[in-house]
């Protein structure tokens, strides 16, 4: 039978742990962190306390992975968004056949699809710039929802600590 650590619990992170959290993925200073997540008295041990927990091991980590894939989306849409169609339009307009190390240097990212119809010639079709731009204002909308929602945890922490003080 396995025994538990202090480290490890099994019930969910509280508001305050939570924002420690979002807050350590910003500052990546444990101290800085807990203080902004209302652990204001003894900040520096505090944060110690929380980095040394498996639980908060495992919510920083997941927290880092939502950020590092709202990044990668963000910078795909932008691509596509603003992206330049001047590669595409070389093979559109090209007289013979390319060579592999010509084709390996186009920056084709914002074609969607290539087809030769059979009467000759090619058609290109892009992805839709509109659309590309309205995903990234929803990715960044929701991010600045999470940023609201992670001030408000921390406003809320606050308060219940000067409660608590009284």
Known sequence: MQRKTKKSRQKPLTAPETAFCAAFCETRNAREAAAQSGFKHGAARAGRRLLARDDI???????QALAQR??????GYRRLAFGSGTDA???????EAPTEAWLEQLDIFNVCDIKRPKGGGMELKFFDRCEAL?????LEKTQDEFGGAEA???????AAEE???E
């Not at 339009?89 to 007289?95: G, M």
């Not at 309205?134 to 929803?138: D, G």
């Not at 408000?152 to 606050?158: K, V």
């Open 163 to 165: 409660d608590a003080d």
């Open 134 to 138: 309205e995903h990234l204002a929803a």
């Open 57 to 63: 091991q495992a919510e920083i980590a997941r927290q």
């Open 70 to 75: 709202h990044k990668d989306a963000a910078a």
């Open 89 to 95: 339009l070389k093979l559109l307009f090209l007289e």
């Open 152 to 158: 408000f945890c921390r406003a809320l922490s606050r």
